[in-house]
């Protein structure tokens, strides 16, 4: 079964990119649903293509963002200097806003 990645969408104009991908560069970071990040600079015309099929098309356009699955996920500077990503899965919402959907009944 091929691992999961996070894509993470930095730029190079953007202060917190260039934080949160130094320390994801220094392996500073964690995820229980992946141990890969995939950076991608929008500045190049390759990452901005695949910026605007993944994220722009969500009607989202935050950097930086991160994604799994095609689902956003929460990024999260943590005071030890470490980067958390909280990343959705189908039956835990990340947004506490969000909400899961509620069980289905056999009735």
Excluded: W
């Excluded at 190079?12 to 970071?29: M, N, R, S, T, Y």
């Excluded at 799994?68 to 200097?81: A, F, H, Q, S």
């Excluded at 990340?94 to 899961?100: A, R, W």
């Amino acid at each position: 079964m091929a691992k999961k990645r996070i894509t993470l969408y930095t730029s190079e104009d953007c202060a917190p990119c260039k934080e949160v991908g130094e320390l994801i560069k220094a392996g500073k970071f964690s995820s229980p649903d992946t141990d890969e990040v995939d950076i991608v600079d929008i500045g190049t015309d390759e990452g901005f293509a695949r910026f605007a099929k993944e994220v722009l098309s969500k009607d989202d356009g935050a950097v930086p963002s991160a994604y799994i699955d095609g689902m956003k996920c929460r990024i999260e500077v943590l005071e030890d200097n470490s980067v958390q990503f909280n990343c959705p899965s189908n039956d835990h919402p990340v947004d506490p806003d969000e909400k899961s959907s509620p069980p289905e009944s056999d009735a």
